[in-house]
Nanobody, 126 residues
Framework: QVQLVESGGGLVQPGGSLTVSCEVS????????IGWFRQAPGKGREGISC????????DYLDSVKGRFTISRDNAKSTVSLQMNSLKPDDTAVYYC???????????????????WGQGTQVTVSS
Protein backbone atom coordinates (compact mmCIF):
# COMPACT_ATOMS: atom_id res chain seq x y z
CA GLN A 1 0.00 0.00 0.00
CA VAL A 2 1.34 3.39 -1.01
CA GLN A 3 1.72 5.85 1.86
CA LEU A 4 2.98 9.42 2.03
CA VAL A 5 3.94 10.99 5.36
CA GLU A 6 4.80 14.68 5.63
CA SER A 7 6.91 16.16 8.41
CA GLY A 8 8.80 19.31 9.33
CA GLY A 9 5.97 21.80 9.71
CA GLY A 10 5.84 24.31 12.52
CA LEU A 11 5.77 27.95 13.53
CA VAL A 12 8.24 30.32 11.86
CA GLN A 13 8.63 34.09 11.89
CA PRO A 14 8.10 36.17 8.73
CA GLY A 15 11.27 36.20 6.68
CA GLY A 16 12.37 32.86 8.11
CA SER A 17 13.02 29.50 6.47
CA LEU A 18 11.62 26.02 6.89
CA THR A 19 11.97 22.69 5.12
CA VAL A 20 9.12 20.21 4.96
CA SER A 21 9.68 16.61 3.89
CA CYS A 22 7.58 13.73 2.61
CA GLU A 23 8.55 10.10 2.96
CA VAL A 24 6.98 7.67 0.52
CA SER A 25 6.58 3.94 1.08
CA UNK A 26 4.96 1.15 -0.86
CA UNK A 27 6.58 1.93 -4.22
CA UNK A 28 9.96 2.84 -5.73
CA UNK A 29 9.81 6.61 -5.73
CA UNK A 30 12.60 6.95 -8.33
CA UNK A 31 10.18 5.93 -11.08
CA UNK A 32 7.53 8.58 -10.34
CA UNK A 33 6.83 12.28 -10.30
CA ILE A 34 5.77 13.85 -7.00
CA GLY A 35 4.52 17.27 -6.01
CA TRP A 36 3.89 19.70 -3.14
CA PHE A 37 0.62 21.50 -2.50
CA ARG A 38 -0.96 23.62 0.18
CA GLN A 39 -4.34 24.64 1.51
CA ALA A 40 -4.89 27.74 3.60
CA PRO A 41 -7.92 28.14 5.89
CA GLY A 42 -11.02 28.94 3.85
CA LYS A 43 -9.22 28.52 0.52
CA GLY A 44 -8.88 25.86 -2.12
CA ARG A 45 -5.90 23.60 -2.55
CA GLU A 46 -3.00 25.15 -4.53
CA GLY A 47 -0.33 23.36 -6.49
CA ILE A 48 3.17 24.61 -5.60
CA SER A 49 5.73 22.57 -7.49
CA CYS A 50 6.39 19.10 -8.88
CA UNK A 51 9.55 17.11 -9.58
CA UNK A 52 9.71 14.42 -12.24
CA UNK A 53 11.57 11.10 -12.08
CA UNK A 54 14.49 12.71 -13.95
CA UNK A 55 14.67 15.67 -11.51
CA UNK A 56 12.99 18.07 -13.91
CA UNK A 57 10.76 20.52 -12.05
CA UNK A 58 7.44 22.13 -12.88
CA ASP A 59 6.26 25.19 -10.98
CA TYR A 60 2.54 25.76 -10.43
CA LEU A 61 2.46 28.81 -8.17
CA ASP A 62 3.95 32.15 -9.22
CA SER A 63 3.83 33.65 -5.72
CA VAL A 64 6.52 31.27 -4.40
CA LYS A 65 8.92 31.27 -7.37
CA GLY A 66 12.42 32.16 -6.23
CA ARG A 67 11.54 31.40 -2.59
CA PHE A 68 10.54 27.70 -2.58
CA THR A 69 12.67 24.85 -3.97
CA ILE A 70 11.58 21.25 -4.45
CA SER A 71 14.09 18.40 -4.31
CA ARG A 72 14.10 14.63 -4.10
CA ASP A 73 16.30 11.93 -2.57
CA ASN A 74 15.42 8.62 -4.20
CA ALA A 75 17.73 6.64 -1.94
CA LYS A 76 15.71 7.85 1.07
CA SER A 77 12.41 7.81 -0.83
CA THR A 78 11.75 11.41 0.17
CA VAL A 79 10.83 14.71 -1.44
CA SER A 80 11.47 18.01 0.29
CA LEU A 81 10.34 21.61 -0.07
CA GLN A 82 12.82 24.26 1.08
CA MET A 83 10.93 27.46 1.87
CA ASN A 84 12.74 30.78 2.30
CA SER A 85 11.60 34.35 2.92
CA LEU A 86 8.35 33.06 4.36
CA LYS A 87 5.34 35.36 4.56
CA PRO A 88 2.15 35.19 6.64
CA ASP A 89 0.27 34.35 3.41
CA ASP A 90 2.29 31.11 3.22
CA THR A 91 0.44 29.83 6.29
CA ALA A 92 -1.30 26.61 5.24
CA VAL A 93 -1.36 22.86 5.54
CA TYR A 94 1.29 21.49 3.17
CA TYR A 95 0.73 18.20 1.37
CA CYS A 96 2.73 15.97 -0.93
CA UNK A 97 1.01 13.94 -3.62
CA UNK A 98 1.73 11.48 -6.42
CA UNK A 99 0.23 11.70 -9.91
CA UNK A 100 0.22 7.93 -10.22
CA UNK A 101 1.30 6.31 -12.44
CA UNK A 102 3.06 9.26 -14.11
CA UNK A 103 6.84 9.60 -14.21
CA UNK A 104 6.71 13.20 -15.42
CA UNK A 105 4.88 16.08 -13.81
CA UNK A 106 1.58 17.18 -15.29
CA UNK A 107 1.87 20.66 -16.85
CA UNK A 108 -0.78 22.03 -14.49
CA UNK A 109 -2.12 21.10 -11.08
CA UNK A 110 -4.97 18.67 -11.66
CA UNK A 111 -6.90 15.65 -10.45
CA UNK A 112 -4.08 13.51 -11.81
CA UNK A 113 -2.54 13.88 -8.35
CA UNK A 114 -4.43 10.98 -6.86
CA UNK A 115 -2.44 9.81 -3.83
CA TRP A 116 -2.03 12.25 -0.92
CA GLY A 117 -0.38 12.46 2.45
CA GLN A 118 -2.11 13.75 5.57
CA GLY A 119 -0.39 17.15 5.52
CA THR A 120 1.80 19.17 7.87
CA GLN A 121 0.88 22.60 9.27
CA VAL A 122 3.11 25.58 8.50
CA THR A 123 2.33 28.80 10.35
CA VAL A 124 4.16 32.03 9.54
CA SER A 125 3.60 34.56 12.30
CA SER A 126 5.48 36.88 14.62
Amino acid sequence: QVQLVESGGGLVQPGGSLTVSCEVSGLKLRYYAIGWFRQAPGKGREGISCISYDYGTTDYLDSVKGRFTISRDNAKSTVSLQMNSLKPDDTAVYYCALPLPLERCPPVFSDLFSKWGQGTQVTVSS
